[in-house]
């Protein structure tokens, strides 16, 4: 799930798993990831756990199945670990890989304001939708109206995330009332 409100700075934490149950009978947890960025946590890594955020270090994760499979410090028994169940897990951002070139976290996104190549202006981005395919940015016009642009190599030609612009080309009927 991704925050939509409009953010120009990094988060402090980064949510990348949610405990799906315990493991076993020594405390271990079974972790979804809801980001790649979970691969790097390492043993001895600093996490959060939960809202209010518990600070937790992590003795040892690794693959299992389609998940990932991790004991913490302190949690030794299934039922310590049952307590975890639904939690979200987070990482510092200052401990996440860069992104690899020409992909954006969404708050990087959000408000900033888009013009045609030709300098015209849209208006400013206000949600992102996540489609199968592609996400989608939602543009608020002056007028009030929503404008939906792909975010596909074809229509987004420029990102400038120190101006926060971001230019378009607009494919025919994109605008179409």
């Not at 389609?66 to 401990?95: H, K, V, W």
């Not at 900033?112 to 949600?127: A, H, K, N, P, Q």
Request: aromatic share 4%; hydrophobic share 40%.
């Amino acid at each position: 799930m991704h925050d939509n409100k409009r953010a120009q700075q990094p988060p402090e934490h980064l949510v990348v798993g949610r405990v799906v149950r315990p493991h076993g009978i020594r405390g271990a947890l079974i972790l979804e990831a809801l980001s790649p960025m979970i691969r790097s946590i390492e043993p001895e890594s600093v996490v959060l756990l939960g809202a209010p955020p518990e600070q937790v270090t992590v003795l040892q994760i690794r693959p299992h199945r389609d998940r990932y499979l991790t004991q913490i410090a302190g949690c030794n028994s299934r039922e310590q670990a049952e307590r975890y169940r639904g939690m979200e897990l987070r990482i510092p951002f200052d401990q996440v890989d860069p992104l690899p070139e020409g992909e954006y976290y969404y708050w990087q996104i959000l408000g900033m304001m888009v013009s045609t190549m030709d300098g015209e202006s849209l208006g400013e981005i206000t949600r992102i939708l996540e489609t199968g395919a592609n996400d989608v940015y939602v543009v608020q016009t002056a007028e009030g109206k929503e404008i939906l642009i792909p975010a596909i190599a074809p229509v987004i030609k420029e990102i400038d995330l120190d101006n926060r612009t971001l230019r378009v080309e607009l494919l025919p009927g994109l605008l179409a009332d």
